[in-house]
């Protein structure tokens, strides 16, 4: 990546190449970058305040435009729903499932978490369990998996959504790259991927704390150019409080978006007649 960038010491790197290299260039490092990372989550309180830095009080206005968004993506995606199947989502870094628990498990029969902090994902286990949500018969959180992103492959063809939010700038580029590669394959045809992040204003910004970037909108393009995935939605979260980096959401699919094919047939359906 030829994009610029700083550290929160604010030191500067010219390219993410450089910063990569720097951090996790060799088996060692990249070892290090990841035992850090977890190991920064490792002592956090699982709480609510704990997974989100002290800002308990922007769950409800994301799980408010997740929703919005996960039903708008569900209903062009499904536009005739889903029959005669359960329909199963993955939460990715889901920490305590505290989105799990707000949102997916309304959505989904079928609800996975992959969590590497184990005390984060026995808090998920205990809130989740059946009698603890409505009709936990019908919709139930089905496995735990106590790993990270960089070591996961789903089943085939297990998910109609996979939701990745708040932990994908733990990853390097080249693991980003490999975990979405092998992702694709846990994907149900017409299901999709939800990205949700920070975006950085420019190149990125490395957190030295807890071992992860914030990457600009340019920079998520780049990677998901490099994963051959597409932009099916995008959409920015709204009501967050001032100081805090921007967030968007991304729904990504295989699949080229519709509004490409009807571009294409709206101008063969403009392009000039011959009158005879
Ligand atoms: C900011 S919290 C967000 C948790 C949850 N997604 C949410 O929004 O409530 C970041 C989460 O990423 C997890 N995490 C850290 N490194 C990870 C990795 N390599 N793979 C997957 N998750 C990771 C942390 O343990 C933590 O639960």
Not at 229 to 254: C, N, S
Not at 259 to 269: I, W
Request: hydrophobic content about 35%; overall charge neutral.
């Amino acid at each position: 990546m030829d994009v610029g960038g700083s550290d929160s010491n604010g030191r500067d790197f010219e390219t993410a190449d450089d910063m990569w290299r720097e951090q996790a260039g060799d088996p060692d490092k990249k070892t290090e970058w990841y035992r850090h990372g977890v190991g920064y989550w490792e002592g956090v309180e699982a709480s609510m305040d704990g997974v989100l830095g002290g800002y308990a009080n922007v769950n409800e206005p994301d799980i408010n435009d997740s929703e919005a968004f996960l039903k708008m993506v569900l209903s062009e995606r499904f536009p005739t729903g889903v029959k005669d199947r359960p329909i199963v989502a993955l939460d990715c870094g889901s920490g305590i499932g505290r989105i799990t628990k707000n949102l997916l498990i309304r959505y989904f029969n079928e609800v996975d978490l992959l969590e590497p902090v184990s005390h984060f994902l026995e808090a998920a286990r205990e809130t989740l369990a059946p009698g603890n949500h409505m009709d936990s018969d019908i919709h139930k959180a089905v496995n735990f998996y106590c790993k990270p992103l960089q070591d996961f492959t789903p089943d085939t063809q297990r998910y109609d959504v996979i939701w990745i939010q708040w932990c994908i700038g733990h990853l390097t580029d080249e693991d980003f790259v490999s975990f979405f590669q092998r992702a694709k394959v846990g994907l149900k045809p017409g299901g999709f991927f939800v990205l949700k992040e920070n975006i950085a204003r420019q190149g990125f910004v490395l957190d030295n704390t807890d071992r992860s970037i914030t990457r600009s909108d340019l920079y998520f393009k780049g990677l998901f150019a490099r994963c051959a995935l597409h932009i099916f939605k995008i959409k920015d979260q709204r009501g967050f409080p001032e100081g805090l980096f921007a967030v968007k959401m991304y729904a990504l699919t295989t699949d080229l978006p519709k509004k490409v094919h009807r571009t294409r047939s709206k101008l063969r359906a403009n392009r000039p007649r011959i009158i005879k």
